[in-house]
């Protein structure tokens, strides 16, 4: 290819719907067509899995299996499934070993391990339980990926008291993160971390990421925005009699775009230097056949369902290719790493992702109004999930708590 269409197809990839569907290769050279083992090999030499510890929640099947499978294929020592179905997911983690086994490193090493820790998003205390059991392997934390999603779904409140979607796609992702955060520093857990060789420490857990999946979806929600007002509404009369399971599943994945930006702008504030380490992405997958989606469309799309349907035909992916935005988050340079060198950024090869960016086809992609333009409704988004999370003694004075007590929060 001429270097002139090269480029043409660069400055357009991400042109609705024609760069997507002629699958044209953005800046970051992949593209709609890219699957997420492709990230990550071609990935490999800017960013090495080697070494890395990775927790993939709804890794049993979807676009949850196919991250982890790259993930474990593309070197990384251990990767945890955190699923629901404890059966469906020794299941899969038993798939992701053998193949692993089988594709061993260049250098012969050993290959990754997989297991499955049981967690329900729905439920606060398995959040929590799940968490326990991690801190109990004595791991360091490199990605973290909140996949396991509700799709639209009928009303109904956990047993926490909140909206589903909400909770599933937003609260119980929250929680995880704050409850893995320490491990996400590179931490030891313990208070001695003052005494700690705090290069060792940065060395070992450079550059941790948490990747939320969104859904493009997120410009079907309520009006507007968020209805912070429903989730605190405890009769819940007014909320089951205006709930719309379209609205609801893109206002949960409105907030998950929020929380993206304003933790990543937290963390990048933050003086701690192991703090601005971590990086927050979030990344719209594209429109895939999965159990999720099936029951979505079947149960609770109506006509704006079939109708998305009808017209998302022509684009929609496989589970692969809809898994390589997720992927991508997990290995691609962002602008934040320190130890990035000036020639890696000049590179041609080298693709940096800013903190916090929405990631579609595997690349840097405009979110909607709200994300772009409405930073009040975001930090309130944001307060929000920080309170109804804030229940556990190990939550209540960590570094997000802190941030929202001094209000460092930017968008
Ligand atoms: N498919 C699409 O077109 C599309 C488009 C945009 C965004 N997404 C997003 O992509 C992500 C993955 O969805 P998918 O399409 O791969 O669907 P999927 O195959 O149905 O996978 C969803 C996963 O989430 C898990 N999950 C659901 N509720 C859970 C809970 N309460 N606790 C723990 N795990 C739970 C499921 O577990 P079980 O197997 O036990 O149910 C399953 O492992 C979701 O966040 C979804 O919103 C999908």
Same mark, same amino acid.
């Given at each position: 290819?001429?270097?002139? !269409?090269?480029?043409?197809? *660069?400055?357009? !990839?991400?042109?609705?719907?024609?760069?997507?569907?002629?699958?044209?290769?953005?800046?970051?050279?992949?593209?709609?067509?890219?699957?997420?083992?492709?990230?990550?090999?071609?990935?490999?030499?800017?960013?090495?899995?080697?070494?890395?510890?990775?927790?993939?929640?709804?890794?049993?099947?979807?676009?949850?299996?196919?991250?982890?499978?790259?993930?474990?294929?593309?070197?990384?020592?251990?990767?945890?499934?955190?699923?629901?179905?404890?059966?469906?997911?020794?299941?899969? /983690?038993?798939?992701?070993?053998?193949?692993? *086994?089988?594709?061993?490193?260049?250098?012969?090493?050993?290959?990754?391990?997989?297991?499955?820790?049981?967690?329900?998003?729905?439920?606060?205390?398995?959040?929590?339980?799940?968490?326990?059991?991690?801190? %109990?392997?004595?791991?360091?934390?490199?990605?973290?990926?909140?996949?396991?999603?509700?799709?639209?779904?009928?009303?109904?409140?956990?047993?926490?008291?909140?909206?589903?979607?909400?909770?599933?796609?937003?609260?119980?992702?929250?929680?995880?993160?704050?409850?893995?955060?320490?491990?996400?520093?590179?931490?030891?857990?313990?208070?001695?971390?003052?005494?700690?060789?705090?290069?060792?420490?940065?060395?070992?857990? !450079?550059?941790?990421?948490?990747?939320?999946?969104?859904?493009?979806?997120?410009?079907?929600?309520?009006?507007?925005?968020?209805?912070?007002?429903?989730?605190?509404?405890?009769?819940?009369? /007014?909320? *089951?009699?205006?709930?719309?399971?379209?609205?609801?599943?893109?206002?949960?994945?409105?907030?998950?775009?929020?929380?993206?930006?304003?933790? /990543?702008?937290?963390?990048?504030?933050?003086?701690?230097?192991?703090?601005?380490?971590?990086?927050?992405?979030?990344?719209?997958?594209?429109?895939?056949?999965?159990?999720?989606?099936?029951?979505?469309?079947?149960?609770?799309?109506?006509?704006?369902?079939?109708?998305?349907?009808?017209?998302?035909?022509?684009?929609?992916?496989?589970?692969?290719?809809?898994?390589?935005?997720?992927?991508?988050?997990?290995? /691609?340079?962002?602008?934040?790493?320190?130890?990035?060198?000036?020639?890696?950024?000049?590179?041609?090869?080298?693709?940096?992702?800013?903190?916090?960016?929405?990631?579609?086809?595997?690349?840097?992609?405009?979110?909607? %109004?709200?994300?772009?333009?409405?930073?009040?409704?975001?930090?309130?988004?944001?307060?929000?999930?920080?309170?109804?999370?804030?229940?556990?003694?190990?939550? *209540?004075?960590?570094?997000?708590?802190?941030?929202?007590?001094?209000?460092?929060?930017? !968008?």
């Amino acid at each position: 290819m001429s270097s002139t !269409a090269r480029a043409f197809e *660069r400055k357009h !990839a991400g042109c609705w719907p024609v760069g997507h569907l002629a699958g044209w290769r953005g800046p970051s050279g992949f593209s709609s067509r890219s699957t997420a083992r492709e990230v990550v090999r071609e990935n490999a030499g800017l960013h090495t899995l080697h070494g890395r510890v990775a927790v993939v929640t709804g890794a049993n099947c979807g676009v949850g299996f196919e991250t982890a499978r790259a993930i474990a294929l593309g070197g990384a020592e251990v990767v945890v499934l955190a699923c629901r179905d404890s059966i469906a997911g020794a299941e899969a /983690a038993r798939v992701i070993q053998d193949e692993a *086994r089988f594709v061993a490193g260049d250098d012969g090493s050993s290959s990754c391990r997989v297991c499955c820790l049981r967690v329900d998003m729905e439920s606060f205390e398995s959040v929590r339980t799940f968490a326990d059991a991690f801190a %109990r392997l004595n791991l360091p934390l490199h990605i973290l990926v909140h996949n396991a999603g509700l799709m639209p779904a009928p009303y109904e409140r956990t047993r926490d008291g909140h909206e589903r979607h909400m909770q599933v796609n937003v609260l119980s992702p929250v929680l995880l993160t704050r409850l893995l955060f320490r491990a996400l520093r590179g931490e030891d857990d313990g208070s001695n971390t003052a005494g700690a060789d705090e290069g060792a420490l940065l060395e070992k857990n !450079a550059a941790a990421r948490v990747v939320f999946v969104t859904s493009a979806a997120h410009r079907f929600t309520y009006p507007e925005g968020v209805r912070l007002s429903r989730q605190t509404d405890t009769h819940h009369q /007014a909320s *089951r009699a205006n709930h719309d399971p379209m609205r609801a599943y893109g206002e949960s994945k409105l907030c998950v775009l929020f929380l993206a930006k304003i933790f /990543a702008c937290a963390c990048e504030a933050s003086r701690a230097p192991r703090q601005r380490r971590v990086a927050f992405f979030a990344a719209h997958p594209g429109a895939i056949v999965t159990k999720g989606s099936e029951r979505a469309r079947l149960e609770s799309g109506g006509w704006r369902g079939a109708a998305l349907h009808a017209i998302g035909r022509p684009f929609l992916k496989t589970a692969e290719a809809g898994a390589a935005s997720v992927a991508f988050c997990c290995v /691609a340079r962002f602008e934040a790493e320190e130890d990035a060198s000036s020639e890696e950024k000049d590179g041609k090869n080298s693709f940096f992702l800013k903190n916090g960016a929405y990631v579609v086809n595997c690349d840097a992609a405009r979110a909607s %109004r709200f994300v772009e333009r409405d930073v009040r409704l975001a930090r309130r988004a944001c307060r929000f999930a920080i309170t109804a999370t804030n229940a556990f003694p190990e939550t *209540r004075n960590d570094a997000f708590a802190e941030q929202l007590a001094n209000g460092a929060y930017g !968008a």
